[in-house]
């Protein structure tokens, strides 16, 4: 914290989640769920892992830290209500992390296509991550597009919908947008790897996550 940079406040203007067979994101200002209208493009800035999930004894979520290494980098691991902690790598503490209702996710800041670039991020969980592992891609040419159409996968006797990316070049112009705010988002998480603390501003953007039973999709756990 310096005067210059006195918070931590995340720069994205939207963190999406796949729920109800669609991307949403909450506002703040309306205190409700928006919808994301597929299709939509991005350009992916960076990568990172988290924890994300519900607990139903404590009827509250699970949030964590973000980390680029999962091997190197110790995950803090958190409920909205209570003082419940856990603290270390994930192969350590991954079966604790499931006990308490938590998940791997995979937070994936973009810069969204439109009239202007906008910074934001998507959770990944369930079939929405499932499908992401499946892409292959150069960052740095290609860009990603969520289709207007939803695959499904079947679990046992249930069903569910599989969003389905797309790739494309990315424009030149584009690109260049990309990358300089590519250092807004490293300089933020330079200095939120110095604070080792969960950013005061998380509780805002994922107080609506999972407050519902989860879908089959939701289910899906990586090791």
């Not at 963190?15 to 994301?36: A, Q």
């Not at 389905?164 to 705010?181: S, V």
């Not at 110095?194 to 994922?206: S, Y």
Request: with cysteine; hydrophobic share 30%.
């Amino acid at each position: 914290m310096s005067l210059s940079n006195p918070t931590t406040k995340n720069p994205c203007s939207k963190f999406l989640r796949f729920k109800h067979n669609e991307f949403e994101y909450y506002d703040k200002e309306t205190k409700e769920n928006v919808v994301m209208k597929r299709p939509f493009k991005f350009i992916v800035l960076d990568e990172l892992s988290t924890i994300s999930g519900f607990n139903e004894e404590m009827k509250c979520g699970i949030y964590s830290n973000e980390v680029h290494n999962l091997n190197k980098q110790k995950l803090d691991v958190r409920v909205f209500k209570g003082n419940y902690r856990l603290i270390g790598l994930y192969g350590e503490i991954k079966n604790d992390i499931k006990a308490i209702g938590g998940r791997f996710t995979k937070s994936v800041y973009c810069a969204l296509i439109g009239k202007e670039l906008e910074l934001i991020n998507l959770q990944l969980t369930g079939s929405s991550f499932s499908a992401w592992m499946e892409m292959r891609f150069d960052q740095t040419t290609t860009g990603i597009k969520v289709s207007k159409e939803l695959a499904e996968g079947k679990k046992g006797s249930n069903t569910y919908s599989i969003p389905i990316y797309e790739t494309f070049k990315i424009d030149e112009k584009d690109l260049e947008k990309a990358i300089e705010m590519d250092k807004t988002l490293q300089k933020y998480l330079e200095t939120y790897a110095d604070v080792k603390e969960v950013g005061d501003d998380v509780e805002d953007d994922i107080k609506d996550d999972d407050t519902e039973k989860k879908s089959p999709e939701e289910e899906y756990k990586k090791d």
